[in-house]
């Protein structure tokens, strides 16, 4: 097992982002945590989910904003995963919710305008993540920068 420094370690794990936007999403409600797929952004070293704005999430988010966000990897037919633990944000900045827009390759099939009211843009602010390579036994663990 490779063992890296947590700069290069960060680097590894938004490489893997960066290719791999299909991700889980765990929120708090109430006393019950809620996981469901979803399309994560990493833009700009920020992390987005698009979604709508009656999606259980949102209100789930507005309640208490600890999340964790799961991103299965598959490599060469091994698994792996990264795990980010984090707080996320409903976001109602204009200028980034259309920087988001741009990048959202679905947002046309589901939403007219950044003004649209159910279009919602939750910005996660992932704090630390855990590690496993594909093919490797043991996870590693590393704070993640903060912007």
């Not at 700069?7 to 708090?28: D, R, V």
């Not at 698994?79 to 920087?99: H, L």
């Not at 602010?125 to 855990?130: K, S």
Request: proline letters at 3%.
């Amino acid at each position: 097992m490779a063992r890296t420094n947590d700069s290069s370690l960060q680097q590894e794990i938004y490489a893997w982002l960066k290719a791999n936007q299909y991700a889980y999403l765990a929120t708090c409600d109430k006393k019950q945590p809620r996981v469901r797929p979803v399309v994560l952004f990493y833009i700009d070293d920020r992390f987005w989910v698009v979604t709508f704005s009656g999606d259980s999430k949102v209100q789930q988010i507005a309640d208490n904003g600890a999340i964790e966000v799961c991103l299965p990897l598959t490599e060469a037919g091994h698994t792996g995963y990264i795990r980010f633990s984090g707080n996320a944000r409903i976001w109602r900045d204009q200028t980034e919710k259309r920087e988001a827009m741009e990048f959202c390759y679905f947002f046309d099939e589901y939403f007219d305008s950044v003004d649209d009211p159910d279009f919602t843009l939750i910005k996660l602010d992932l704090t630390a993540a855990e590690y496993l390579r594909p093919a490797e036994t043991y996870s590693q663990s590393c704070a993640l920068r903060r912007y």
